[in-house]
């Protein structure tokens, strides 16, 4: 026994399982990141497990994003808006969107993107 909190040790054979649970755990969870990365990312749906792959198109994905962004903040300071007027309007339009595909469930729905295309917008947590 442990005199400290009178609680007895576990055995070689414990400390191995709870390492095994927690390993199962672990890896669990990071399944299940990359599977919402393939459905946040587009053109990942249906690609299979290949890690690699999901974190090289995420990688284009979040820089095609961000060069987005950056051309409607010029677009936008063009017309005279203001960077903290853009940024308010941005992350305004952006919490539409999130609240819009909570609304709409898991299946999501089309949303209009810059350039006149659209693609399906998905539910669930926006980390976007």
């Not at 055995?11 to 709870?18: F, I, L, M, P, S």
């Not at 090289?56 to 820089?63: H, R, S």
């Not at 903290?84 to 952006?94: I, K, L, M, P, S």
């Amino acid at each position: 026994m442990n005199g400290a909190d009178n609680k007895p040790r576990l055995t070689d054979q414990q400390k191995k399982q709870n390492h095994i649970v927690s390993e199962q755990k672990r890896r669990e969870a990071i399944r299940r990141g990359f599977d919402r990365l393939s459905q946040i990312v587009p053109g990942m749906e249906g690609q299979g497990r290949s890690e690699a792959l999901v974190l090289a198109a995420t990688v284009e994905y979040l820089k095609q994003q961000v060069a987005k962004k950056e051309e409607l903040k010029a677009k936008a300071k063009e017309r005279g808006m203001s960077e903290r007027e853009f940024e308010r309007a941005y992350q305004g339009a952006v919490k539409e969107l999130e609240t819009a595909e909570k609304d709409d469930g898991e299946g999501g729905r089309e949303v209009k993107v810059e350039g006149g295309s659209s693609r399906r917008g998905h539910g669930g947590s926006g980390g976007r």
